[in-house]
T-cell receptor, first 111, second 114 residues
Framework: DAKTTQPTSMDCAEGRAANLPCNHS???????VYWYRQIHSQGPQYIIH???NNETNEMASLIITEDRKSSTLILPHATLRDTAVYYC????????????FGGGTRVLVKP | DTGVSQNPRHKITKRGQNVTFRCDPI?????LYWYRQTLGQGPEFLTY????????KSRLLSDRFSAERPKGSFSTLEIQRTEQGDSAMYLC????????????FGSGTQLSVL
């Protein structure tokens, strides 16, 4: 899996969009970008993934740069329940097995 | 879909004792994964099963650790002769190979070794 780099922490205001950056400059052509989050005392939760096109679901949007060396997870209207650690992972589809988690970004949503 | 279930949620033991954790994956999920997470770190892969076969083990999984999935459904993770360094959250996840590569995680078992 390609190495990913994320800021250690960030704050955002409730009701505003939260933009979480991730750098994956060594990503290979068959590696997808996955985002998971982990709320305190719970297991990680899948958010979204993508290869090269931008993706959107009910939780978030994923914007991947054209060169695929970085991406941004967007939480459109952050709520207090979005306070969590967010992990960006580069992984080949059907790699069959493990996800390699880094340290993630600790996001604190403030009222 | 009742989600991935892990028991117990918390376990406190004395150094040198053996402990066993159980994971019940989402039914019909043929892959099951174990991870370990220490405070402030992301989860680390330990091992995974496809049905009852254990297909990969991390070098983090010392000889004191053993995992089984005898009937391809629930799994157990046993730690023998526990050490204080084994204190961590042990997470289980499951998915269906080739259908949906996202993992579904349980809430974990928090182990404290005194």
């Amino acid at each position: 899996d390609a190495k990913t780099t994320q800021p250690t922490s960030m704050d955002c205001a409730e009701g505003r969009a939260a933009n979480l950056p991730c750098n994956h400059s060594t990503i290979s052509g068959n590696e997808y970008v996955y985002w998971y989050r982990q709320i305190h005392s719970q297991g990680p939760q899948y958010i979204i993934h993508g290869l090269k096109n931008n993706e959107t679901n009910e939780m978030a949007s994923l914007i991947i740069t054209e060169d695929r060396k970085s991406s941004t997870l967007i939480l459109p209207h952050a709520t207090l329940r979005d306070t969590a650690v967010y992990y960006c992972i580069a992984r080949a589809w059907a790699a069959g097995n493990k996800l390699t988690f880094g340290g993630g970004t600790r996001v604190l949503v403030k009222p | 879909d009742t989600g991935v279930s892990q028991n117990p949620r918390h376990k406190i033991t004395k150094r040198g004792q053996n402990v066993t954790f159980r994971c019940d994956p989402i039914s019909e999920h043929n892959r099951l994964y174990w991870y370990r997470q220490t405070l402030g770190q992301g989860p680390e892969f330990l091992t995974y099963f496809q049905n009852e076969a254990q297909l990969e083990k991390s070098r983090l999984l010392s000889d004191r650790f053993s995992a089984e999935r005898p009937k391809g459904s629930f799994s157990t993770l046993e730690i023998q002769r526990t050490e204080q360094g084994d204190s961590a959250m042990y997470l289980c996840a499951s998915n269906v190979q080739g259908v949906d590569e996202k993992l579904f995680f349980g809430s974990g078992t928090q182990l404290s070794v005194l």
